[in-house]
């Protein structure tokens, strides 16, 4: 049997790298009947701090095709991701093809191989935001609305599908295979020493990126005020910047301030274990990513998303979880409670470290 997997933007490395993983652990198991599994990366993220940090970490093998898409618009990169991958699939005529995620790659290529008839398997289906702004929330709907093997993270995210009308034998609770890669990379990290400056709970980490949030200058102004003024009450406020921010930072004239500032530290992206090691010893975390309001969650770390939605609610304080969601309006008072909230991990069903292998098998089956 032949298997495509597809990855296409760097939140998809954390999640394709067990799968990879428990690939190669069913073929050493049976080598009579091995699965022939072909990576594929888009290039939608092309910069090596991106991207070949990741795969290189994470111990991902080097993908055995690179459709080298880069960026340009949504329009421009479903298009030519969906013409680049077709011949791919014309060319390797795959059993089954598995997309990642939520981003474009993720539906171009589902539908792609649904158009020459090949079944479509998606890892982290079911999330809905309900906020059909985020061009995120529109691929999700896509890929699940035509994949024939829904995998969801959570008890939340089969709820979605299971209301939308999918079909129960479909849906499958595998759970989150971004914990796989935490648990793996956990001892790493732990290793690690903090970086200079900073001292054990007396930081905040603070991840941005989201065009809702970096592209408007009086937004961004607004949050850099926010940013210092926790600085400016003594916390040490860690930033490593996001290239799409780095640059709004600098053309709205907002970054001498902050690397003027003694308690803020702004570097560049950095590893996935890097950022584990600051997760595990930091006060709190300022961010608007979906995949560290998980790692916070089970990690135990309090985390201030600053969005009005989140398509993981299975994080949120009211659920479980240690995440809360923020505005600019109310991100001093929600800051602030954060600092005060003791560290409490917290795991869902099946969030154990085996979701790769569970997905493997589903497929198998």
């Known amino acids: 049997m032949k298997w495509i997997s597809v990855v296409g933007a760097r939140p998809n490395f954390i999640k394709i790298a067990p799968f990879v993983h428990a690939i190669a652990a069913y073929n050493a198991a049976n080598p009579d009947t091995p699965?022939?599994?072909?990576?594929?990366?888009?290039?939608?993220?092309?910069?090596?701090?991106?991207?070949?940090?990741?795969?290189e970490q994470l111990n991902i093998p080097e993908a055995d095709l690179n459709l080298n898409i880069g960026s340009g618009s949504h329009a421009q990169q479903v298009g030519n991701t969906m013409i680049a991958f077709e011949e791919v699939c014309q060319t390797h005529q795959p059993d089954l093809v598995v997309v990642v995620g939520d981003v474009n790659a993720t539906a171009?290529?589902?539908?792609?191989?649904?158009?020459?008839?090949?079944?479509?398997?998606?890892?982290?289906?079911?999330?809905?935001?309900?906020?059909?702004?985020?061009?995120?929330?529109?691929?999700?709907?896509?890929?699940?609305?035509?994949?024939?093997?829904?995998?969801?993270?959570?008890?939340?995210?089969t709820d979605n599908l299971a209301r939308e009308g999918h079909d129960q034998k479909s849906i499958h609770l595998s759970g989150n295979i971004m914990i796989d890669t935490l648990d793996v990379q956990l001892p790493k990290a732990q290793a690690l020493p903090l970086p200079a400056g900073l001292e054990a709970d007396n930081y905040v980490v603070v991840t941005l990126h989201r065009p809702a949030n970096v592209d408007d200058p009086k937004k961004l102004a607004s949050l850099v005020a926010a940013i210092m003024a926790q600085a400016d009450a003594g916390i040490h406020m860690y930033w490593p910047v996001h290239p799409r921010t780095r640059a709004n930072l600098a053309e709205f004239d907002q970054l001498p301030p902050l690397e003027a500032h003694p308690n803020i530290t702004l570097t560049q992206p950095i590893g996935y274990v890097e950022l584990l090691r600051l997760n595990?010893?930091?006060?709190?975390?300022?961010?608007d990513s979906g995949g560290l309001q998980e790692e916070c969650c089970v990690v135990g770390t309090p985390c201030v998303t600053l969005r009005d939605n989140t398509e993981r609610p299975v994080t949120l304080k009211a659920h479980g979880g240690t995440n809360v969601l923020s505005t600019l309006d109310t991100l001093p008072e929600d800051l602030a409670e954060a600092l005060a909230t003791p560290r409490k991990p917290y795991r869902p069903e099946n969030w154990d470290g085996q979701t790769a292998p569970r997905m493997v098998q589903t497929l198998l089956n």
Not at 280 to 287: D, E, G, H, N, P
């Open 280 to 287: 595990l010893s930091a006060k709190a975390f300022l961010t």
């Open 108 to 157: 171009a290529c589902s539908i792609t191989a649904k158009k020459l008839n090949i079944p479509v398997a998606h890892i982290e289906a079911g999330l809905r935001s309900g906020d059909r702004s985020m061009p995120e929330e529109i691929n999700r709907l896509v890929t699940d609305s035509i994949s024939d093997i829904l995998l969801a993270p959570d008890h939340f995210a």
């Open 35 to 55: 699965i022939e599994h072909i990576l594929v990366h888009t290039g939608q993220h092309y910069d090596d701090k991106m991207s070949k940090a990741f795969f």
